[in-house]
């Protein structure tokens, strides 16, 4: 688990958590995590691992049979699960699933009027979220007009609007094309960094998560296979396999290049950017 020096905030805690759907499977399995204000973290695991229910019972979406969850100290439970949102954003993995207005400016406002927001008030959340997601020139467009890494923008600043605290992202960059997924990497690591969001993300792809995370939790089978720093985590290849996941793959092309000139203990890098500072003979 990460350690912080300085005493921060725990914005969102998990003691002994169990979920089972109706087959009777598990689809966590006495989970206990914790997270920290101002965090990046990234969660990763094979289909069924139970990353997806994770993010739904922090959220609320999902009440656990067994165990407790807590959000900014206070349980969640059936009576306020519906408050959650005032203190977390769910990014759903398909934009689809939460963009129902007939235009951008519509569905980025639908949040703060619902809110109880004067007019005035809900002018500044829109005009923020607009800035921060880069969609002025798409305002009045219709949602249907949209390509898939706008939907995806104007998802996430309908979140934005109302300000929670914490964002929980599924798959943020699943189905975008190679610059739309780099623009909203770079805008998650602002959210993060220069706005002071604690992000959890579920991603798949590990090639790029070191440009915003900090923390790697690995879940298999609905338990905590693995959970540190993201170095730690995603560097340890054997563990990775295990799990049946990927590395990055700059991190296995050096893995592999390590063990063939036997230097099994070389630090391996996790980027490209960090691959050419740790070996500049590739410039």
């Known amino acids: 688990m990460q ?20 087959s009777g499977i598990k689809a966590l399995n006495n989970i206990s995590l914790r997270f920290i204000e101002g965090e990046s973290v990234v969660i990763c695991g094979p289909n069924g691992s139970g990353k997806t229910t994770l993010l739904k019972a922090a959220a609320g979406l999902l009440l656990a049979k067994e165990g407790r969850v807590f959000l900014a100290n206070e349980e969640l439970n059936k009576k306020n699960r519906n408050n959650a949102f005032k203190k977390i954003g769910f990014l759903f993995q398909d934009s689809e699933d939460q963009l129902f207005c007939p235009t951008v400016r519509e569905d980025v406002e639908y949040g703060p009027i619902n809110q109880g927001l004067s007019v005035d008030g809900v002018k500044q959340r829109v005009e923020y979220a607009f800035h921060v997601m880069d969609l002025e020139s798409l305002a009045d467009r219709p949602i249907h007009h949209l390509s898939g890494g706008q939907k995806k923008r104007v998802a996430l600043a309908g979140i934005l609007a109302m300000q929670p605290s914490i964002l929980v992202l599924d798959e943020p960059i699943n189905g975008l094309d190679g610059q739309s997924s780099h623009e909203l990497l770079k805008t998650l690591k602002h959210l993060n960094q220069d706005q002071g969001f604690t992000l959890i993300v579920v991603t798949h792809d590990l090639n790029s998560i070191s440009q915003f995370a900090k923390r790697m939790i690995i879940l298999k089978e609905g338990r905590i296979f693995k959970d540190g720093p993201l170095r730690e985590v995603l560097t340890n290849i054997e563990a990775l396999e295990e799990a049946n996941i990927e590395p990055p793959i700059i991190t296995r092309y050096f893995y592999m290049k390590n063990k063939l000139n036997k230097e099994e203990n070389k630090r391996l890098p996790v980027s490209i950017d960090e691959a050419i500072y740790m070996n500049p003979e590739l410039m």
């Open 3 to 22: 350690t912080n020096k300085i005493l921060k905030n725990e914005v969102l805690k998990f003691e002994q958590v169990s979920i089972h759907y109706g």
